[in-house]
């Protein structure tokens, strides 16, 4: 029996071509048979290339800029007329270079003066908001900025100041109000950089918002002129007077917590409840975010809605639908103006006006169509929000929730479609799908936003699900029912029973949030993962959701892959601040501090990354550090390193310097040391930025923050 020879090297050659060729087009094949359900990866591909700005070390140049603009067009031109397997491929390429123009253009359209130097002197702006900072302390934000012995064209846009010591006690001589022109004498920075290398960069924030300076006054600000007739700060005002009667109607922080959900004003809320409610995992409730702004058109769309189809006239020949619709449409409007149209609230009001939208079109209103409408709209127009924690919770809780509920829809029609054949099908009572609805949307939203509030806050809510269970009901059958009512209800002068449904409401909520959050273990602090994961967790759960074919599953794998990446995250073994004025040390207890005050935000920071509970004072008492003339000394990596604070710090030196010795002081330095140690003083670190050391065989590895920040528009001049 003769045997098969062996094929020839060309027939061998051909046969890998040809399996080579099949496997490349397996892809191509897969796009192919998902046309027409690709629609929802546009805001992907738009977001990949907003990121991949925003990560980009250096600002590209004019003729790279040129050059990508050119790529996107030949691009879009095959996507339109090139071959038709190749089209969906080219379309996504040209999206992620749209996004990376779309980010650029932004954020050159944007270039405002920033501070170059510390200011300490008059300071004179209209006040355009009145916020609270993180401590607490009433905080305005000023425009139309005056700066003593600065020109105009150097002088910020805007500046944003807080109060404290007798400015807090009494500051104007008349209450602050938007529009109002005050003078005050204030000390003013630049908005601060990374408190650690790769650490969140205020600055980007900061130059987004225009903002070129940030500081404190602690002396009276005085009132130069009454608020000019501005509509945009008319409304600011409206917004401010209505907050106020608010607050005066209903007592408590109830008052104050009703104000800052319909008018956006959260002064009334104390530090002490504000801090329950991230603890309870309810600070969504205090935002004005999609939960409110889908509330309160729900129910003006079914108020609207229900009232007109109780008279057979207008329910049988009108479209009362597309009639609700649009007054549901106007109130969303409404309460964008009024809330002051922030971020946020702009894309809540996006999203409700998409969804609106589709009614008006006779399309299904909840679709992940409609959610990537909403998410093209606010990248094409503010590409930084990508960035934000508070849209990617919220596309992350709306993608997730419209997802499962359309895999509910199909369910449905399938058991509808098998009770149709005879089968038989178990009815539960109507109550207990109400409740189960509530469950499963509590559950699918904190399980969709805990990834992204764990990586930008550092910290989990065990009991975040029990307290949404014991709240949300009321949001949607309570409070914003009872803010509907009091507005109708208010020309008239009877707005007592709204006014009290939100009170009873609220008064329960807040009960709910101080009491789950003073629970023990409420709170699980997290260490801050690196910055490849939640983009890469975020693509993933994209992948398994959207994409239409079994490969889906793929998603979850990388998903997991990048959560399992999370928990291998290595922190500094070694973190210098800026100001020269900590040094933090990883020590097997936690992370040691040289000082138990000062620098409290970056300690803070530091310790939260660390996902350390500890506050700086517990951090500065952990054995590492030893006492020394003028300061506190150790030994990392076989270096001496000396932390000096105070204006003593120079005289210090004689005693502690010497070959080897590295010192870190919060003062300015001699530039040369008396016994050749190493000066790190905050002239020289505001060319480094932060300091962060990691474990190597080789010894300590460095990295600056500056050097990692990169030279980008917002870093520019610091």
């Known amino acids: 029996m003769l045997s098969k020879a062996p094929p020839s090297w060309p027939a061998a050659g051909i046969w890998l071509a040809r399996a080579a060729t099949a496997i490349a087009a397996t892809p191509l094949i897969a796009l192919a048979a998902a046309r027409g359900q690709l629609f929802p990866f546009v805001p992907v591909f738009l977001g990949l290339g907003i990121g991949l ?40 390429l040209a999206l992620v270079g749209a996004g990376t123009c779309v980010a650029g253009w932004r954020s050159h359209a944007v270039t405002a003066p920033v501070l170059e130097w510390r200011y300490y002197g008059p300071v004179e702006g209209r006040i355009v908001t009145i916020d609270r900072s993180g401590s607490d302390a009433m905080r305005l934000a000023l425009d139309q900025v005056v700066l003593d012995n600065l020109e105009p064209d150097r002088s910020p846009e805007r500046v944003r100041v807080s109060l404290h010591g007798r400015a807090a006690e009494g500051p104007l001589d008349i209450d602050p109000m938007p529009g109002m022109r005050v003078i005050m004498t204030a000390h003013l920075s630049p908005p601060g950089g990374p408190v650690e290398p790769g650490g969140f960069d205020f600055r980007r924030l900061a130059w987004f918002d225009r903002l070129g300076g940030v500081g404190y006054t602690r002396t009276p600000v005085l009132a130069l002129e009454a608020p000019a007739d501005d509509w945009a700060l008319a409304i600011t005002r409206l917004r401010m007077h209505m907050s106020a009667g608010l607050r005066d109607r209903i007592a408590g922080e109830s008052g104050g917590f009703v104000a800052a959900i319909l008018t956006g004003d959260r002064s009334g809320v104390g530090l002490e409840t504000t801090e329950a409610l991230r603890r309870s ?77 589709a009614v008006l079109l006779d399309r299904r209103a909840l679709s992940l169509r409609s959610v990537a409408l909403a998410a093209i709209l606010i990248l094409l127009w503010r590409p930084e929000a990508l960035l934000s924690p508070g849209f990617q919770m919220s596309f992350a809780a709306t993608v997730a929730l419209v997802a499962v509920f359309q895999t509910i829809r199909r369910q449905r029609a399938r058991m509808l479609a098998a009770q149709a054949r005879g089968a038989e099908r178990r009815r539960l009572p109507r109550w207990l799908l109400g409740l189960g609805s509530i469950a499963l949307c509590s559950l699918v939203a904190g399980m969709a936003t805990a990834p992204v509030a764990a990586a930008h806050f550092h910290r989990m809510a065990e009991y975040g699900l029990l307290a949404n269970l014991l709240s949300m009901p009321l949001m949607g ?43 023990e273990g409420a709170v699980r602090p997290l260490q801050a993962p690196p910055g490849w994961v939640l983009p890469t967790v975020a693509l993933g759960m994209l992948w398994l959701i959207l994409w239409p074919g079994r490969t889906r599953l793929v998603g979850a794998l990388v998903a997991l892959t990048a959560m399992g990446g999370w928990t291998q995250a290595e922190r500094p073994a070694v973190l210098i601040a800026e100001s020269g004025g900590l040094i933090g040390v990883m020590t097997p207890s936690g992370r040691a501090l040289s000082r138990p005050r000062g620098d409290g935000f970056i300690a803070r920071n530091w310790l939260e990354a660390d996902g350390d509970a500890a506050e700086q004072s517990e951090a500065a008492a952990r054995p590492a550090f030893d006492d020394v003339e003028g300061g506190r000394r150790i030994v990392i990596g076989g270096e001496t390193w000396v932390s000096l604070t105070g204006t003593r710090s120079p005289d210090a030196l004689n005693a502690i310097c010497a070959d080897g010795i590295n ?56």
């Open 477 to 519: 059958t309570v409070v914003m029912p009872g803010a509907v009512l009091a507005a109708a209800l208010w020309p008239l002068g009877l707005e007592g029973p709204g006014l009290w449904m939100m009170e009873m409401g609220t008064r329960w909520i807040l009960a709910v949030a101080h009491w789950v959050g003073g629970l």
């Open 281 to 357: 995992n309810l600070a969504h409730v205090l935002a004005i975010s999609g939960l409110h702004m889908g509330l309160l058109t729900g129910v003006v769309y079914g108020a609207l809605r229900g009232a007109m189809a109780l008279f057979p006239i207008i329910a049988l020949r009108l479209p009362i639908r597309k009639i609700a619709a649009v007054g549901a449409l106007a109130a969303a409007s409404f309460y964008l103006v009024l809330s002051g149209g922030n971020v946020a609230t702009q894309r809540a009001f996006v999203m409700a006006a998409v969804m609106l939208g």
């Open 663 to 718: 010192v870190v002081a919060n003062v300015e330095l001699p530039k040369h040391a008396p016994g050749d140690c190493r000066l790190l003083d905050p002239g020289r670190l505001s060319r480094t930025g932060a300091l962060a050391a990691y474990h190597s065989p080789a010894g300590l590895v460095w990295m600056e923050a500056k050097a990692i920040a990169g030279r980008r528009p917002w870093t520019q001049g610091h």
């Open 53 to 92: 700005y925003f990560a980009l070390r250096a600002e590209p140049s004019f003729n790279q800029w040129l050059a990508l603009a050119t790529t996107c067009g030949g691009l879009s031109l095959s996507a339109w007329r090139g071959p038709e397997a190749l089209r969906p491929v080219a379309l996504a």
